[in-house]
């Protein structure tokens, strides 16, 4: 397993339309999914070209770009590190490459990132997707503790990574690997079938404008885009935001989870019992939602003064 070499240095695509392809993305995946947070301007420091890579393989592997990018900080400084074993050879321990792999753990879980044919362990194309991977297997991004304690057997080790995931996402800290929400919690709830394919479909609308009364496929207001999000997933709510808000079950505000329908009392002619405006949340304080008029589906933060409350969609029938 990759350990860390003498002193540490420094301080520390879109989704598939269905669940079971969001799996099968991830090897051994149990239908979690991280957050990706914000870049904070601490993360500025990362070489871009590892930031791309980190970014690339925590959306692949479901597992927070910010950890991957810890865990190259504490490991190798993002591949500029001056101990043995980062470019060529191998550490005291016999760890290699950016991401400090062993030799066995390499064979078992090393990646061809770049997809020319070899799996380097000292590029950082392949090394860090191979990270990311067996951070996978180890149980993150649900037990993500676990998971950095395989990675190397010291809690110190994992507190110094987790310190830093938190420093390079933004929020004040506050988004982490458990979908963003809550620093130091470090886990999350795995996604219903359903949920995970609202998510999925409503990623797949992101750039699409808003056009009112539009629910799709070239277009749509925010209640159309839930609406056609969960029924992409097999669940029939209602269309508009108003009946959406009276149709689930509300949910305690500190209780959403990724796939709940969150509301504002926004707009002409709404209140607290009629809201205006919907989205669907993805974790971490942020939904994807069709905000206005002159705009796209995007990602947005939902911690507004606005915020009114959120649902969970019934269950499917039988």
Known sequence: MPLIVGAVVGVVALMAVLVAVISAVMPGSTGEAACQPSPS?????????????????????????????????????????????????TNSAGAAGPMQFLAGTWKAFGVDGDHDGHTNIYDP?????????????????????AALFQYNHSD?????????????????????????????????????????????????????????????????????????????????IPRVTGDQWRHGH????????????????????????NPGHVGLVIGGGRMIAAPHAGTVVQIQPYTRPSLLGFTRPAAPRA
């Not at 470090?186 to 949920?195: E, H, M, V």
């Not at 750039?207 to 969960?230: I, Q, T």
């Not at 509300?250 to 019992?273: A, C, M, W, Y």
């Open 41 to 89: 301007k601490t993360s500025t420091k990362i070489p871009p070209a590892y930031m791309a890579l980190y970014r690339k393989a925590g959306a692949e592997y479901g597992v927070g770009w910010n950890v991957l990018a810890a865990v190259g900080k504490v490991e190798s400084d993002h591949g500029r590190g001056p101990g043995s074993g980062i470019r060529t050879g």
């Open 125 to 145: 194309a392949d090394a860090i997707p191979a990270a990311a991977r067996y951070l996978k297997h180890n149980g993150a991004p649900g037990k993500i503790r």
């Open 250 to 273: 509300h949910i305690t505000k500190g209780r959403e989870q990724p796939g709940d329908l969150v509301f504002f009392n926004s707009g002409p002619g709404t209140s607290t019992t």
């Open 156 to 236: 110190q080790y994992v507190d110094l990574v987790l310190r830093q995931a938190r420093a390079y996402a933004a929020s004040g800290g506050d988004s982490v690997e458990d979908g963003c929400r809550g620093a130091g919690a470090f886990t999350t709830a795995p996604l219903g079938k359903a949920a995970a394919a609202a998510i999925a479909f409503a990623r797949a609308q992101l750039g699409k404008p808003y056009v009112w009364g539009a629910d799709g496929p070239r277009a749509f207001d925010c209640s159309g885009l839930v609406y056609a999000a969960y029924k992409a997933a097999g669940v029939t």
